[in-house]
């Protein structure tokens, strides 16, 4: 019986799952947007061995069109204003994401979470090999 309601569920999860797949403007990094609970998104380089390029070498342009890619178009203005580079990104502190750049509470838990944290681990374990 669990067998079948699982079966069941994921047949119910994948009518309201949907799937879209777009390419960002940055060079060679692509974005898997799939509508998740999470808003968590898979972005990827196509390039190499799929990691994203180092965003410590990211202009504020492409930071800010790294978030307007990931589907945060109002909030990528925010990194703008505030002149957040690459490097800059890096070193922000979840706190610094949810008040210092002036963003509702849930699209920057969802930028802090499920991109510049990821951002920042994917950085410091290339860098450390």
């Known amino acids: ?3 079948l309601l699982a079966r069941n569920q994921a047949e119910v999860t994948s009518w309201f799952v949907a799937e ?3 390419t960002s403007i940055l060079p060679m990094l692509t974005v898997d947007m799939e509508n998740k609970e999470n808003g968590s998104l898979d972005v990827k380089n196509s390039v190499e061995n ?4 180092d965003p410590a070498d990211w202009a504020v342009i492409d930071v800010v069109n790294y978030f307007r890619t990931a589907g945060f178009e109002e909030q990528a203005n ?3 204003e505030q002149e ?7 070193l922000m502190t979840r706190n610094d994401v949810l008040t210092g750049l002036s963003l509702k509470l849930g699209p920057a ?5 499920y991109h510049v944290k ?3 681990t994917q950085h410091l ?3 450390s090999l």
């Open 1 to 3: 019986m669990p067998a």
């Open 20 to 22: 879209v797949k777009e």
């Open 50 to 53: 799929g990691r994203p390029p």
């Open 78 to 80: 925010a990194f703008q």
């Open 84 to 90: 957040i580079d690459g490097k800059s990104l890096l």
């Open 109 to 113: 838990l969802k930028i802090y979470e």
């Open 118 to 120: 990821p951002l920042q």
């Open 125 to 127: 374990k290339n860098n």
